[in-house]
C-alpha cells in the first residue's frame, strides 16, 4: 500500500492543468451503455474510480479503448447483471442501473455497501424506478428492476431528507431517456456534473430540458446514437489546490477551471482573507495567499451551495486561519473522520452534531495520519503542506480514487512530496 510522505515548509508557485471532472466522468461512463454507437469521452482523469466504472462497462460486456484521457466505449451488446465483486469497490456504480434498465427492461445491481462518510442509502433512486414503472425485488444483497413492458414517463420528486441526490438525478434521467413519454424530474440535483451527463445524453440524441436547475424535463426517444463529448473541469480537485495554494503558495495558477462552478469555494476561501483572480473567460485563476486572516462560517449545501466535497479540505485551510471557524455539513453530518487525524497534528478542533469548530493555530506538526476518505485525505495533505516536519499519510488508495497523479502536480508547483511503499 503507498504511503505519501509530505515535507512541510515549501512555498508552492507556478501553475498546473486541472484535470476532467471524476463525478461528471462516473455518470458519463456509465451512460454509454444507453447506445449501441461509439461513445469517445475525453478528459476523463485517470483515476481509479473512473478505472473501476472502465472495468465494470468491460465486464457488462462493453469494448472499451482508453488512451491517456480519451475513452471509447462501444455497448453492442450488453448484460443485465452487476455482481457484487463488480459493484461493492466504488459506490458510484450504481449508476449502472438506470442505463441497463432503459436499455434491456431488466437489471439485477447489487446494492452498495457501507461507506465511510456517512449512510448513503439508494431509496430515492429506487423511488425514480419505480416512479418510472419498474418492478423492484431485493434479495441477497441484489436489486432486480423489471420493467417488462419498457419504461413511462411520470412525475417524481427526488427530495431527500438531506437534499436532492446526484446520482440518484442522474440514473433517473438516463433511465427516462428511452422512457414513453415525458418525465418530469422535481426537486432534482442542479450540479454542473448532472448538466455536464445531460448535455452528453442530448448528444446521444435524448431531448433533456432544465438540467443545472431544480425542475428536469426528458421526453422519451426511441433511441440513442454515439457521441463525442468533452468533460467538465473537475471543480473540487480546483477547490483542493486553491485551498493548497493559500495555504502554502506565493500567486499560484490553476488553468482550465470554470469560475462559475467555483463561485462558492471561492467565496469561502475569499472570505478568510486571501484573493483568487480569474481571467476574462473565467478558464484560469490565480491564487494570492493573504495577509490579514480570519476564521469563517461555512455551511454545505446543494448546488450552488458550498460543496461537501470542499468541507475537509477548507477544515484543514482553516485549521492554521487566525480566529474562529465553524464548518456545519448538512449533507454528510458524519464526515469529519479527517478532524481526528488534523487534531493528531496539533489542530484545535471540537466536532458535535455534524458542526466543527475551529480555533486556528499558528503552525500544525507533522504525524503519521491515516485517510479515511478522498476528500479527507486531501485535507492531510494539505495540512500537510505547511506543518512542521514530515507528515507520512497512510492508505493513499483513497486519495488516487479522485485525485490525477496529485504527487506530481505537487512537485510541479514545488512541494516537497514522496509517494513511497510499504
Ligand atoms: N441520499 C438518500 N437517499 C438516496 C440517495 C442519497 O437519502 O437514495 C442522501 C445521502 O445519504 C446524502 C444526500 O442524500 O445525505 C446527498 O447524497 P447524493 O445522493 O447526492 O450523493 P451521491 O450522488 O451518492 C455524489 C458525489 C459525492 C458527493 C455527493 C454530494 C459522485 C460520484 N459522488 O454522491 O462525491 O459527496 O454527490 O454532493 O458524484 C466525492 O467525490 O468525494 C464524493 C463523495
Known amino acids: 500500500m503507498d ?3 509530505v515535507h512541510g515548509g515549501s512555498t508552492l508557485e507556478g501553475s498546473i492543468n486541472i484535470s476532467g471532472s471524476k463525478n461528471a466522468s462516473l455518470p458519463i461512463l456509465a451512460a454509454a451503455l444507453l447506445s449501441e454507437d461509439d461513445c469517445i469521452i475525453r478528459r476523463v482523469p485517470d483515476v481509479s474510480d473512473t478505472n473501476y466504472m472502465i472495468q465494470i462497462l468491460g465486464a457488462l460486456g462493453a469494448d472499451v479503448e482508453r488512451s491517456s484521457g480519451t475513452v471509447r466505449i462501444t455497448c453492442a451488446k450488453i448484460a443485465d447483471t452487476a455482481p457484487y465483486e ?13 442505463p441497463m434498465l432503459a436499455r434491456l427492461g431488466r437489471a439485477v445491481v447489487s446494492l452498495p455497501g457501507g461507506c465511510v462518510i456517512g449512510d448513503r442509502p439508494v431509496d430515492l433512486h429506487l423511488k425514480g424506478m419505480e416512479a418510472l414503472g419498474a418492478k423492484i425485488e431485493i434479495e441477497g444483497g441484489d436489486i432486480t428492476l423489471t420493467a417488462k413492458n419498457g419504461l413511462k ?18 440514473n433517473v434521467m438516463m433511465a427516462a431517456t428511452l422512457a414513453e413519454g415525458t418525465t418530469v424530474i422535481e426537486d432534482a440535483a442542479a450540479e454542473p456534473e448532472v448538466l455536464d451527463l445531460a448535455n452528453f445524453l442530448n448528444a446521444m440524441g435524448a431531448k433533456i430540458t432544465g438540467a443545472g436547475t431544480r425542475t428536469i424535463t426528458i421526453e422519451g426517444v426511441d433511441a440513442l446514437h454515439g457521441v463525442e463529448h468533452t468533460v467538465i473541469p473537475d471543480r473540487i480537485e480546483a477547490g483542493t ?19 462559475e462552478h467555483l ?6 476561501i475569499e472570505e478568510s482573507g486571501h484573493k483568487i483572480e480569474f481571467n476574462k473567460a473565467g478558464t ?16 454545505t449545501s446543494p448546488y450552488p451551495g458550498y460543496p ?9 485551510l482553516l485549521a492554521t486561519t487566525p480566529g474562529i471557524s465553524v464548518i456545519k ?7 469529519f473522520m479527517h478532524c481526528a487525524e488534523l487534531k493528531r497534528m496539533g489542530a484545535d478542533i471540537k466536532v458535535d452534531n455534524g458542526t466543527a469548530v475551529v480555533h486556528g493555530v499558528k503552525k500544525l506538526t507533522a504525524a503519521p495520519v491515516m485517510a479515511s476518505d478522498l476528500r479527507a485525505s486531501a485535507a492531510l495533505v494539505l495540512a500537510g503542506l505547511t506543518a512542521k516536519g514530515s507528515t507520512t499519510i497512510s492508505r493513499l488508495y483513497h486519495i488516487d480514487r479522485g485525485y490525477e497523479h496529485i504527487d506530481e502536480k505537487l512537485l510541479m508547483l514545488g512541494a516537497e512530496v514522496e509517494r513511497v511503499r510499504d
Open 3 to 5: 504511503k505519501l510522505i
Open 284 to 299: 484560469q485563476c490565480t491564487i494570492h495567499r493573504g495577509e490579514q486572516l480570519s476564521g469563517v462560517e461555512i455551511e
Open 86 to 98: 463488480l459493484v461493492r469497490r466504488m459506490r458510484a456504480s450504481i449508476c449502472v442501473m438506470g
Open 308 to 316: 461537501t466535497d470542499m468541507q475537509a479540505q477548507m477544515t484543514a
Open 263 to 268: 463561485k462558492a469555494i471561492t467565496a469561502a
Open 241 to 259: 489546490f486553491m485551498a493548497a495554494a493559500a495555504l502554502a503558495g506565493n500567486d499560484v495558477t490553476l488553468k482550465r477551471v470554470n469560475r
Open 153 to 170: 414517463g411520470t412525475k417524481i420528486n427526488l427530495a431527500g431528507t438531506h437534499g436532492p441526490t446526484v446520482l440518484g438525478t442522474d
Open 329 to 335: 455539513d448538512t449533507i454528510f453530518p458524519q464526515r
